[in-house]
């Protein structure tokens, strides 16, 4: 497998052929939730069958009005629903001994929270599955609410900022390694500002999820929730992954590894400032998301030294 992976086309090798795509659609400027979805059309390939719920990605994959925005065979389903109905899926065409390629594409709202039960279930149980969640730290679709993946600090309209309230007082779920404690094939992060490690990994995904589950957590800022510059979306991503406040790292049966590793890490202020939600934040809440991350990632570096 590294051997394969090691030879893999550069990422514009893979927009080489038909998008499947329209080459307009309904997300808002500078959303790097197309390119994502872009990016997983290309590498799954135009047979992969894409199941996906109301949100974000909802008017580029469910369509509007009478017309879809894409030539793949695609599946909506309901918030609960994502991962039981793609479990239906496999389980129909190994059956009937079809190869078919499943990808779930949610944001975190959904797989964090209100889908976590049947993500769970599936991965409990192994199934032939990728599940790919586009984490824009909230539910940016229905009013920018705070979600589990909502940082400490955050502003969003359910965690406001005034006299008596700093934003959101709790801190986000670290769902991927939730995900990898389920002893699952494969468990990946990935991000728009690193295509090529991105592709690498959705490569891995379509060879592992011949084995069982497979999840890919992806960092997307949204542009109007985050108060971000519309041209500045890669930027804030590469920030994430130079602060290692969003560490790239996957894990494939049981062996951990880094795939982007940072020789000098700049402050996490470096990132939040770049993000509006974020702007109110003073030192000793600067302090606690830096504790945090700093936290999150020596345990990441303990678990790569297991088995290294």
Known sequence: MAEKLNKLPKVTEYFCDEDQFSPGNACCPGCIMELNLRLVSKIMGKDSILLGTPGCSAPTIHGQNDRAWHKHSYYACVMTGVASSATG????????????????????????????????????????????CYDNEGYMNTGVQRSSATPYGAATSTT??????????????????????????????????????????????????????????????????????????ITVCRAAVQSNYFPLWEVGNGAYRITQPVAKPKPINEMLKLIGKFNHLKDQEISVLQQQSDNRFSILQALCSIRA
């Open 160 to 233: 406001p900022v005034g006299l008596k309230s700093i934003g959101k007082t709790t801190n986000s779920k670290n769902m991927p390694m939730i995900m990898a404690m389920h002893d699952i094939p494969y468990v990946a992060t990935a991000t728009l500002s690193h295509l090529e490690d991105y592709a690498k990994k959705l490569t891995k995904a379509k060879e592992m999820v011949k084995q069982g589950f497979v999840y890919l957590h992806v960092f997307c800022p949204c542009t109007v929730g985050w108060k971000v510059k519309p041209d500045s979306s």
């Open 89 to 132: 899926l496999a389980r129909y065409y190994k059956k009937a001994g079809i190869d078919a390629t499943i990808v779930c594409h949610t944001g975190d709202g959904c797989a964090q929270d209100i889908g976590i039960q049947t993500i769970s279930g599936a991965a409990e149980r192994n199934e032939n599955i990728i599940y790919i």
